[in-house]
């Protein structure tokens, strides 16, 4: 999209990393399809980047890029900050420029859109326009909190509602960026919600959605849907791996987070988002969950194959154990992500098959010998893999003691015959 209109697709370099530092706290790795107040996509930096100083001031800018570009190179801090400085100088009056220019031709926006290729321009250009002018602001807020809340008290919201508030006198139409802003300072992105139930006295969802505070409830529930989306894409793109764990528990650690501070209410945006989520997981996670018991059935049946067969299918045993490994690595969060049911199901049937499955194993083991014996003894591991998943290690243990000791039957009767 970016080479059909002649943007260049470069990798930025050290010295736009530098520049967008102000804009940090609100970057998104999403993708740019859907714009929030106060996120913005990485990737937009990029084009705004190239746009600024290849087209808006080709005469200035690459000069000043290549100066702390040799900064760095020569480890001279003093000139990269002025370098900075000196860009944030220029960029400033362009961005606030742009804004008016489009809102007085509002036929500019669209061009604007269409020539950058982002569908989005014009808002991002409005977010980094008033992260730049908050720069100040949230330098205070950075500096009362250095390192991330973990668990705020009343004093620390009490002071963080005090820059706010002094930062909003400054800066009146930007005062949702603040908030955007202050997310950062706590470790817990959701436990910003405090600054609005503070102020509002009420922690209800509805009150905050339809309160000055509302921008904190939006831009938590879009990263929330982010994180819900890269679930589903590493789910696609990496089946039941442990990216897929990862990735899920950051979401529901995140949702959690979110009902522990506010009355989430299904009528809610923020309930119906949770919601809207938890439907998409079970649509795209509960048939694999259900194949789980079909698998075992189907793996296990080969226990009755003739000897001189390839024996167990490894690669359908490694897709059931991965998933078993899965979900109940995910179990504490199967209700969160509508999944509940259908793990609970999986494990129920699996475990009775384990179990039928397992004898079956270990008399096959008992009563046979020579490559029949082997045969069965070749299922023995895979049984004991999926038991100590589903019932633990102790289960699992005593499986594999009797198949070992049904290995041992007749053993010394042709150990003794044979002499």
């Not at 397992?358 to 009563?367: F, G, P, T």
Request: negative net charge; glycine residues 6%; hydrophobic residues 45%.
């Amino acid at each position: 999209m970016i080479d059909s209109v002649g943007m260049d697709p470069k990798r930025i370099g050290q010295p736009a990393r530098l520049f967008w530092a102000f804009a940090e706290p609100f970057l998104t790795s999403g993708l740019d399809t859907v714009k929030q107040r106060g996120r913005i996509p990485r990737d937009v930096l990029n084009l705004v980047w190239h746009w600024i100083g290849s087209e808006i001031l080709p005469g200035h800018f690459p000069k000043l890029e290549a100066d702390v570009r040799r900064a760095v190179v020569e480890g001279s801090v003093a000139e990269i900050a002025s370098g900075i400085v000196k860009m944030k100088r220029l960029v400033g009056p362009v961005l606030k420029q742009t804004l008016l220019t489009c809102e007085q031709t509002p036929a500019a926006i669209a061009k604007l859109n269409e020539h950058t290729g982002s569908p989005h321009m014009i808002a991002h250009l409005r977010d980094m326009s008033d992260a730049l002018e908050i720069e100040p602001i949230l330098a205070q807020l950075h500096t009362a909190f250095a390192v991330p809340i973990i668990e705020p008290e009343i004093a620390d919201i009490e002071e963080m509602s005090r820059v706010i508030a002094a930062g909003a006198e400054k800066a009146p139409e930007c005062v949702d960026m603040i908030y955007v802003g202050a997310m950062s300072r706590f470790a817990n992105p959701a436990q910003a919600l405090r600054l609005a139930y503070y102020g509002l006295s009420s922690n209800a969802a509805n009150d905050v959605e339809a309160s000055e505070f509302a921008v904190l409830a939006e831009v938590i529930v879009f990263d929330l849907l982010a994180k819900g989306r890269a679930v589903l894409e590493t789910h696609k793109v990496l089946g039941w791996s442990g990216a897929l764990i990862e990735s899920a528990n950051a979401y529901c650690e995140f949702a959690t987070g979110i009902q522990r501070e506010i009355l989430v209410t299904e009528q809610s945006k923020t309930g119906l988002a949770i919601a809207d989520m938890r439907a998409q997981f079970a649509t795209a996670l509960t048939p694999d969950l259900e194949a789980i018991p079909r698998q075992i059935a189907t793996l296990f049946s080969a226990l009755d194959d003739a000897p001189d067969t390839d024996g167990p299918d490894t690669a359908l045993f490694q897709q059931v154990s991965t998933i078993l490994h899965a979900s109940v690595a995910l179990q504490d969060y199967a209700k969160e992500m509508g999944i509940d049911e259908a793990v609970q199901k999986a494990r129920r049937d699996a475990t009775s098959l384990l179990e039928e499955s397992s004898s079956r194993i270990i008399e096959a083991i008992r009563s046979k010998s020579g490559s029949e014996r082997e045969h069965a003894l070749s299922f023995l591991g895979l049984a004991v893999d999926l038991t100590e998943k589903l019932q633990g290690r102790e289960v699992a243990r005593v499986v594999r003691r009797l198949g070992e000791a049904a290995a041992t039957v007749g053993s010394d009767n042709t150990k003794t015959v044979a002499a």
